[in-house]
């Protein structure tokens, strides 16, 4: 639990894993597994594991849970075969123009002048923009883009300041979420209030507001001009069951997806930049593929970024180093048991593959502790083993459902961004002064239930020809 409040659990448990072996013991009942055939034997389908009680702590209602805190299976199977439709490529195709002008909005807001009246520019000598906090930035596009299409309305981070506290209470949720997660007595025991007491009144405060902004959106019901998540989620039946959500069920779901698809893709976005800016040469090549391929920026479409196979790559190795979720999701082992690796593990033991452990097993990946995008161009051996051991979105029946808005984000931003700019580490940047050499600096984050990250700093400016 220590290292689970400071955040760097994950950082641990491959310590461990390097000493002790494939598989540890990290706590009582709980088995860590760092191998790719035991994360598909105890994620599989019909693999007799479920999410395990710590779950409980991700639902902001004691009796109602929403798709990730939903540990019976068959509350489970009903809300998820919803979200997945609400989430599918169908579904994501009504709201992908309004995905686009977030999109749009960030890259604007990281040009060099952005800031300035129309008289005034704010870009040095060389034509370089202002200093910008990554992290902070890549905040501002997430959260934008989920709170419009989970409540229809933009927290609009960029143009106003007063909702600026709101990542930084998802943060402590985050926080709050996976102490609870890993170990269930934090919150049965009430500790969570003693721990958190000081901060308390900021998550309540994020907890009025949603509660606030869900029963108003859920007062406009069907009555608005554009579909959001909220209109497909209130819309959509089980086509098993033919149920639909209930109110209450639909700002359940609302909030859940507000923090599931906020830092998570935040994180992702900023990693992917931090280690653009530290390697020269995959910058290039990324520029070069984008510049080559479009004419203008909003030629990048989701659909017309998809053939981009080296964005995705760069975006990729950015997620494998800096998973949005480090932890493995702890699976409880049902009646019956299972066997993982030869091994059986009898009903009640927690098991767990830690996804930043796997990411660098040396195992699946060559050099793991690099930035190489490249080892996503090939085919092969090689490919495929490092293929089965890359999980950032997990995989089985509790795999991220919102997968694929996040690939939408996530690559047509960075097609964008390298469509329209030069970037740079600015001059200092805390990360390591402004001087990048290949493999010299880690992204640090703070992995609570979803990372946290801080940076890089940059600097942009009008694209080289
Ligand atoms: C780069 C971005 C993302 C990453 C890396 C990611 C990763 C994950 C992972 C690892 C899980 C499994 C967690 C567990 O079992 O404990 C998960 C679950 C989930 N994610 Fe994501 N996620 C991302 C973005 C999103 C977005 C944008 C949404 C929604 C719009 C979303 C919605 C969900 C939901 C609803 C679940 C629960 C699925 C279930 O239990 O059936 N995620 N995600």
């Given at each position: 639990m220590y290292f689970v409040w400071r955040g760097d659990l994950h950082i641990k448990i491959r310590e461990w894993h390097e000493i002790y072996g494939e598989a540890v013991r990290t706590g009582p009942d709980t088995v860590s597994y760092n191998s790719a055939t035991a994360n598909e034997q105890i994620n599989a389908v019909r693999a007799r594991t479920v999410k395990s009680d710590g779950y409980r702590s991700m639902s902001t209602s004691r009796t109602t849970p929403n798709t990730i805190s939903a540990i019976d299976k068959k509350t489970h199977s009903f809300k998820r075969r919803i979200q997945s439709q609400v989430l599918s490529e169908a579904g994501l195709k009504t709201v992908e123009g309004r995905v686009l002008g977030h999109v749009q909005e960030f890259v604007d807001y990281l040009g060099p002048d952005a800031d300035a009246p129309m008289s005034e520019k704010t870009r040095d000598a060389e034509g370089w923009g202002p200093s910008r906090n990554m992290s902070e930035a890549c905040n501002f596009m997430t959260y934008n883009v989920i709170s419009d299409l989970?409540?229809?309305?933009?927290?609009?981070?960029?143009k106003a300041c007063d909702l600026r506290w709101f990542p930084g209470a998802v943060a402590l949720i985050s926080r709050r979420v996976v102490m609870g997660m890993l170990h269930p007595k934090f919150n049965a025991w009430k500790l969570d209030r003693l721990v958190f007491l000081t901060k308390r009144s900021r998550m309540l405060h994020l907890a009025a507001w949603v509660r606030e902004r869900g029963s108003a959106r859920a007062a406009r019901g069907n009555d608005v001009e554009q579909r959001d998540i909220f209109y497909s989620m209130m819309n959509t039946a089980d086509p098993k069951t033919g149920g639909h959500l209930t109110s209450k069920d639909l700002w359940l779901e609302a909030m859940m997806v507000l923090i599931a698809g906020s830092d998570t893709t935040s994180t992702a976005m900023a990693g992917t930049l931090h280690h653009l800016l530290h390697s020269p040469q995959a910058l290039a090549e990324v520029s070069d593929e984008v510049r080559s391929r479009f004419e203008t920026a909003e030629d990048v479409t989701p659909a017309r970024v998809a053939g981009c196979k080296f964005v995705r790559a760069c975006i990729d190795e950015a997620m494998r180093l800096t998973p949005p979720v480090v932890h493995g999701p702890p699976r409880r082992?049902?009646?019956?048991?299972?066997?993982?690796?030869?091994?059986?593990f009898g009903e009640g033991t927690i098991l767990q593959a830690?996804?930043?452990?796997?990411?660098?097993?040396?195992?699946?990946?060559?050099?793991?502790?690099?930035?190489?995008?490249?080892?996503?161009?090939?085919?092969?051996?090689?490919?495929?083993?490092?293929?089965?051991?890359?999980?950032?979105?997990?995989?089985?029946?509790?795999?991220?459902?919102?997968?694929?808005?996040?690939?939408?984000?996530?690559?047509?931003?960075?097609?964008?961004?390298?469509?329209?700019?030069?970037?740079?580490?600015?001059?200092?940047?805390?990360?390591?002064?402004?001087?990048?050499?290949?493999?010299?600096?880690?992204?640090?984050?703070?992995?609570?239930?979803?990372?946290?990250?801080?940076?890089?700093?940059?600097?942009?400016?009008?694209?080289?020809?």
């Open positions: 989970c409540y229809g309305e933009s927290l609009d981070l960029f082992v049902e009646a019956g048991g299972v066997e993982v690796k030869g091994e059986y830690p996804i930043y452990s796997l990411h660098r097993n040396e195992e699946y990946f060559e050099a793991p502790d690099e930035y190489r995008p490249w080892r996503w161009m090939v085919e092969g051996d090689d490919f495929d083993r490092a293929s089965r051991a890359f999980v950032p979105f997990h995989v089985g029946p509790y795999s991220c459902v919102g997968w694929r808005l996040a690939v939408m984000e996530l690559t047509t931003a960075l097609a964008r961004i390298v469509f329209s700019y030069d970037m740079r580490l600015s001059p200092g940047a805390h990360c390591c002064g402004g001087k990048p050499s290949a493999g010299s600096c880690p992204y640090q984050v703070k992995g609570w239930m979803t990372s946290i990250a801080e940076g890089p700093v940059a600097q942009f400016k009008a694209r080289s020809s």
